[in-house]
Every structure is written in structure tokens, then in C-alpha cells.
């Protein structure tokens, strides 16, 4: 009888075994920002799917590709594009140099638009010479992205507040600031929930030619937030989904699960962010090629603890060096 029910054990773990979700983790952005939600989304579709995939939230894209290069449990991440162009541009640095070799391109998502929002008095990026302006927490895509927009249109602040969207938020609402940049596929959470027309603010454009000659144009349509009746001409980068370059088990484990993504696109688009609806998962990324581990696995046809002190990271040390 003892045997029996030993054997009965043995066999159930291991069934267990065979049958158990694979563990991959993502790394994504704020909690109320669209690389949280997108991570919610996948892992939602990949519970149906024998995944059992970690959402962690984080400070945004410098983080991120850091995180996915050195941390474990951590084979994937969503990042600025601006940001990956940045790790490859970087050839002096020999650390940036390997992070860049072992960053690989899972596909591309989305546009995320650069929101730039402020006092109803400003009319334009150009009048943010002399302002007080925040640029997001350091490690976030924004805080990049906002150094690069100054840096193209010799555009000058008065200083430049390194925070959070939240309590950047915040201090622009009590007059503290004059503005706030949020790189962010609309709708952006914060913002819908968060801002009111009693706040009297509004989103600032960024029609600077010397930035849009080197982003790519974008709008964000009237009433995407309630307080924002009129279209607001703007700057977008592209949202990118990378893994670590894997030789071994989790170079098949990423491939399955974009194979995952590819083949539930029609129910990440009726599920998940209304931003879903416009990924294109074969766009063409300059200077970055698809993982193998990801091409062999896809469809031949596709359709369409944030408290804790920031580790050192040499991609921000790069960034703080050369902006």
C-alpha cells in the first residue's frame, strides 16, 4: 500500500512538472502608464496560454534594458526607441558596447506620444526657455527623451526637476513647475484620472522643426482626455518589446510566448489598452533586426519597488556624461 501511494506521489509531481507554466518576467513602466498596462495585458493572454509571466513595474526604458541585461527572472522588457538608438549610437564605452550585443528585438509595438503638459500660459515648447520644467525620474525613457528634445532644439530651462510623473504631477498642479513631460502611448492613465479642467492646464505642442526633423510626427486626437477638447501636434518614439539574447532554454521560452502575442492580436486588441489597436508587429525598426530565437517561432503572416535606491547603471552614467 505504501508503494502504491508513493508511486501515486511521484507520478502527480511528476505530471506537475510537465504540465506547470513556464516562468518568464517583463519589465514595464509606472503603474498608471501604458507599458504597465500593456504588461497586464500580456500576461492576462498568457495565463491561457501555459505562461505564468511576472509583470514588474520600474522608473521606464533606461531601467528596463538594464534590468533585462543583468537581473534574473528578467528575460524581457518594453523600451523607447530613442533609448535603444542611444545604446547602439555609444560605441566608447565598453559596458554600453555588450549591453548593446546582448539586447536583442523581441518586434516593435506602438507609438508613444510625447506629452507635454503644462500652464495654460505656455503655447509652445519654445517657451519653455527659462521655465522650470520636469523630465521625469532618472531611468525612465521621459527623463532621456527630455534631455534629447533640449538638446536638438538648443532650447534652454531654467532647471530641469528629475522626479516621477506623480509627484511631478503633483507639483505642477501647486504652481511649483511649469511643465511636465510624460512619454506615453495615449490614453495615458494619469492623466485621464488624474488632471481635470478645474486644474487649468493643458497639453503643450512640440512643433519645434528641429525636433520634428529628428522624431516622428504624431497628434493626439480632441477629447482623448476630457479636459483636452482641441488636436494637439506633437513628437512620438516607438515602444519596443526586448529580450536578453538567450542561447538556451529562454531563447525557445521567448519565441513560444511572441509566438503567443502574434497568433492573439484580435483579443489584445478587444481586451487589452485601446493603444493594442495600432501596433504593428512587423514595422521596421532602423538599426535593429527581429531575435532569431523570436523568428523561429512566428507565424509566416502576422496580423498587423520603485522606493527602493536606483542601482548604478552605466547606461544612465552614459546618458548624465554626454546630455
Not at 78 to 84: A, K, P
Not at 115 to 137: C, N, P, Q, R, Y
Not at 170 to 189: R, T
Not at 229 to 240: C, G
Amino acid at each position: 500500500m505504501k508503494k502504491i501511494t508513493l508511486f501515486a506521489v511521484l507520478f502527480w509531481i511528476f505530471m506537475s512538472g510537465i504540465s506547470s507554466a513556464t516562468d518568464l518576467g517583463i519589465m514595464t513602466g509606472s503603474k498608471k502608464g501604458t507599458y504597465y498596462q500593456f504588461g497586464l495585458n500580456m500576461m492576462e493572454l498568457s495565463k491561457q496560454h501555459q505562461f505564468d509571466l511576472s509583470v514588474y513595474n520600474s522608473r521606464g526604458s533606461v531601467e528596463n534594458v538594464y534590468a533585462v541585461y543583468k537581473r534574473p527572472k528578467t528575460q524581457m522588457g518594453i523600451v523607447q526607441s530613442d533609448v535603444l538608438a542611444f545604446v547602439l549610437k555609444i560605441e566608447t564605452n565598453a559596458t554600453l558596447k555588450h549591453i548593446a550585443r546582448k539586447t536583442k528585438m523581441v518586434f516593435p509595438l506602438y507609438n508613444e506620444e510625447i506629452h507635454l503638459l503644462g500652464k495654460k500660459m505656455i503655447l509652445s515648447f519654445d517657451e519653455l526657455e527659462g521655465k522650470t520644467v520636469a523630465i521625469g525620474k532618472e531611468g525612465s525613457g521621459s527623463y532621456l527623451t527630455s534631455k534629447l528634445l533640449f538638446e536638438v532644439s538648443g532650447i534652454k530651462p531654467k532647471s530641469l526637476v528629475t522626479t516621477g510623473a506623480q509627484a511631478a504631477l503633483s507639483q505642477l498642479k501647486q504652481g511649483h513647475i511649469d511643465a511636465m513631460f510624460y512619454v506615453a502611448g495615449f490614453p495615458v492613465k494619469l492623466f485621464s484620472e488624474d488632471v481635470s479642467g478645474n486644474d487649468e492646464l493643458h497639453l503643450i505642442p512640440i512643433t519645434n522643426k528641429s525636433i520634428t526633423e529628428f522624431y516622428p510626427f504624431a497628434q493626439i486626437p480632441p477629447n482623448t482626455y476630457s479636459w483636452q477638447p482641441e488636436l494637439v501636434d506633437t513628437v512620438a518614439v516607438k515602444a519596443v518589446l526586448i529580450s536578453f539574447d538567450f542561447r538556451r532554454n529562454n531563447c525557445d521560452n521567448v519565441g513560444k510566448f511572441a509566438k503567443v502575442i502574434y497568433e492573439n492580436m484580435n483579443w489584445l486588441k478587444q481586451n487589452g489598452h485601446p493603444k493594442w489597436k495600432s501596433v504593428d508587429l512587423d514595422y521596421p525598426l532602423k538599426g535593429w533586426e527581429q531575435y532569431d530565437c523570436v523568428k523561429k517561432y512566428r507565424p509566416s503572416y502576422s496580423g498587423g519597488t520603485l522606493d527602493a535606491p536606483m542601482e548604478k547603471n552605466p547606461l544612465l552614467d552614459a546618458i548624465k556624461e554626454i546630455l
